[in-house]
């Protein structure tokens, strides 16, 4: 008969043990208990591959039934090139809005217009209606400008409008030694780049089909410019930082074009599976983008302006013979939507966004464009999280439209409401 004692197994002497291969096998048993209790006894602990023998089986069944859950993202674990934070949602509701405000892109579907024209003796170098691109592409398409002026020797020169295109057409010519002055309708503090968005990203430029090849030339070079010049202030106080920005769709979009025809001006492109990322929506496109201030760029940018012996004048122009009986000979024309009258230009109209700012939430760093209905973006900046969009095509009217903020809002609700984190 077999007893149960203690640690191991007694097998009684005089007891039946059964057949012949029974008995065998219990005397092996008995053998085994006895080489352990003696290794015991001895206070020798086990060894490493009598450790490894005996939990092996443990650890293969702990694999196995672990193993579908390893290939699976982990909460809070996505991979992502930039930040080495986890995604949060940002806080999205009515209550936390700070304010909410309108611009006027000033569009051209055949794009912006860089060029020069001669009035007796005066020379007036036109660089206006850059759409949604305006910030993204200023350097670039000022640069642009000032090509307009080889061969002439620096001097005085006067820059109409005190917006993005103004501010960097003016610091161009400084470096290049003229001595300028910008006149404006108001302060600089007021113009259209102050409600821009900031995301480098030079979108709602022309209209494919519509601008011409040679057009496209030359959008492309300001774009390589620009991004350039913007690189170079990174990390030096002029409000530029990178970010990871994410496309989202319920559906494959088409890429816009300067990612397509620029791919090298952004980095960590990926196309993610819906594992891959914790948006509620099946298709998300990544890429590394730069973000510009606007608030911190435009107050560096006119202080540098100052400091080269800048100078402003706050004046309103109604017509063309009023700005031609300007002192200074070299006139640039960076007036936006307002060359519309000023220079009898019809194809130029307005583009209405409406932006929603939010409380800043310091914890949120990365972009989002896409993931619900109409116009929808999320762009964090340094003292709020900014909310578009609309894109209200030929609407010369500047209130905010509650309708408009309640969309924005519901959108944004719905996409980081439901993220998997």
Not at 199 to 210: D, R
Not at 250 to 267: H, N, Q
Not at 280 to 296: E, F, G
Request: proline share 6%; charged share 20%; glycine share 10%.
């Amino acid at each position: 008969m077999i007893i149960l004692a203690g640690r191991g197994e007694d097998f009684s002497a005089g007891h039946d043990l059964g057949t012949p291969e029974e008995k065998e096998d219990a005397l092996a048993k008995k053998a085994r208990t006895n080489r352990w209790e003696q290794e015991m006894s001895n206070n020798k602990p086990p060894t490493r591959r009598q450790v490894l023998q005996g939990t092996a089986g443990t650890l293969a069944l702990a694999t196995l039934g672990g193993c579908a859950n390893a290939l699976k993202p982990k909460t809070g674990m996505y991979q992502r090139p930039l930040s080495r934070k986890p995604f949060v949602a940002p806080r999205i509701s009515h209550d936390r809005i700070v304010r909410v405000i309108t611009g006027l892109r000033p569009y051209r579907p055949q794009g912006f217009v860089v060029k020069k024209e001669q009035y007796d003796n005066k020379t007036l170098i036109h660089n206006y209606g850059h759409g949604g691109g305006g910030i993204s592409l200023s350097w670039g398409s000022s640069a642009l400008a000032l090509h307009e002026l080889a061969g002439m020797e620096p001097g005085k020169a006067a820059v109409i409008g005190s917006g993005i295109m103004g501010l960097t057409s003016a610091r161009l010519l400084q470096d290049a030694g003229w001595e300028v002055t910008i006149y404006s309708r108001d302060a600089s503090r007021h113009s259209t780049s102050n409600v821009g968005a900031g995301q480098w990203a030079p979108t709602s430029v022309f209209e494919e089909g519509v601008a011409t090849k040679t057009f496209e030339e030359q959008y492309k070079y300001a774009a390589r410019i620009a991004h350039h010049a913007y690189q170079n202030l990174s990390g030096a106080g002029y409000g530029i930082s990178f970010h990871e920005n994410y496309y989202l769709g319920t559906e494959p979009a088409e890429e816009s074009y300067y990612l397509r025809e620029l791919p090298e001006l952004f980095t960590s492109v990926a196309n993610l599976a819906p594992h891959e990322h914790p948006f509620p929506v099946p298709y998300a496109k990544r890429v590394v983008s730069m973000m510009i201030q606007p608030a911190i760029f435009l107050r560096r940018i006119r202080s540098d302006f100052y400091l080269a012996g800048g100078k402003l004048v706050v004046q309103n122009f109604s017509d063309l013979s009023e700005i031609l009986s300007l002192n200074e000979s070299t006139i640039f024309n960076c007036t936006g939507l307002g060359a519309k009258d000023l220079f009898d230009d019809e194809d130029l109209i307005p583009i209405k966004g409406q932006l929603v700012l939010m409380q800043p939430d310091p914890a949120v760093d990365y972009l989002t464009i896409g993931g619900g209905p109409g116009v929808t973006y999320m762009f964090p900046r340094k003292g709020e999280i900014l909310l578009g969009g609309s894109y209200q095509r030929n609407d010369w009217t500047r209130h905010a439209e509650p309708g408009v903020t309640d969309r924005i809002i519901a959108n944004h609700q719905a996409l980081f409401d439901n993220m998997k984190l």
